[in-house]
């Protein structure tokens, strides 16, 4: 597998993007073991909670990526000298403004092969109009790689995102959406009393397990290998076949 940066985007707060990016850094791990580092690179000052989840178990590199160009510059050299790693990038709310100054240079310079690097965007969406303004924003700015817009279903079935399904059908968002926009998935929802035990403790995948009794074991890790399963329909992981864990 080519060393790709995953970032999951969003610009705005409410929309998973934190935990998305935690259970895409764990699924990474389970399928790559030692073959690919994994390395966060961890943008959200106020609140870098998946910072704190996996410090000391992977690279995580703090990094301001705002209007100023200087954390994108780290970031470039960041990748120039790293080898077969797999980089998430975990975005902050308001990161459109960054993205808006410095990502037409960034998306161009990735393009070009100067690295060999590939980028994918998992972009998440709760069922607010501003999700799509704020994704239509980013494709313009962002001409590369795969991007997928991920429905978080804890706020609604995929019936339910009637905002994103109608304004996908409108111009100029059609044909933004036909030539940009891979895929659409669908997030799992998990129970409040599970998540409250994993995401609020700062516990990764692995220690959020090990914590439950045994029903909410099992729930838990069914929603964890559905969540697998959403990164695997997109094909992107077709290298390696998928580890799900034994939920008997």
Same mark, same amino acid.
């Given at each position: ?154 706020? %609604?079935?995929?019936?339910? @995102? ?7 059908? &409108?111009?100029?968002?059609? +044909?933004?959406? =036909? $030539? ?29 397990? %090990?914590?439950?009794?045994? @029903? ?7 929603? &964890?290998?559905?969540?697998? +399963?959403?990164? =695997? $329909? ?15």
């Amino acid at each position: 597998m080519k060393n790709t940066i995953y970032y999951v985007g969003g610009s705005k707060g409410g929309v998973g993007k934190s935990l998305i990016s935690a259970v895409l850094i764990q699924f990474l791990i389970d399928r790559y073991g030692d073959g690919k580092a994994v390395h966060l690179i961890e943008t959200d000052e106020s609140n870098p909670d998946v910072g704190r989840m996996y410090s000391g178990k992977i690279p995580v590199t703090p990094l301001v990526l705002d209007e100023r160009d200087t954390g994108w510059i780290t970031l470039y050299d960041i990748l120039e000298d790293s080898n077969d790693t797999l980089f998430v990038i975990n975005s902050a709310a308001r990161s459109n403004h960054g993205i808006e100054a410095n990502g037409r240079n960034f998306s161009d310079a990735i393009a070009d092969q100067s690295v060999h690097y590939d980028l994918v965007t998992f972009w998440p969406i709760n069922r607010q109009l501003d999700c799509v303004n704020l994704l239509m924003n980013y494709l313009k700015v962002i001409q590369c790689g795969p991007v997928y817009v991920i429905r978080n279903n804890y706020w %609604g079935e995929p019936k339910d @995102f009637l905002i994103y399904d109608a304004m996908m059908k &409108k111009p100029p968002n059609i +044909e933004i959406a =036909e $030539s940009r926009i891979n895929g659409v998935l669908d997030f799992p929802a998990l129970n409040d009393l599970i998540t409250l035990a994993f995401y609020s403790y700062g516990k990764t995948l692995p220690e959020a397990a %090990g914590m439950l009794n045994a @029903f909410r074991r099992q729930i838990f890790l069914s929603w &964890k290998n559905r969540a697998y +399963e959403m990164f =695997e $329909s997109t094909g992107l992981f077709a290298d390696t076949p998928m580890l799900v864990e034994n939920e008997s």
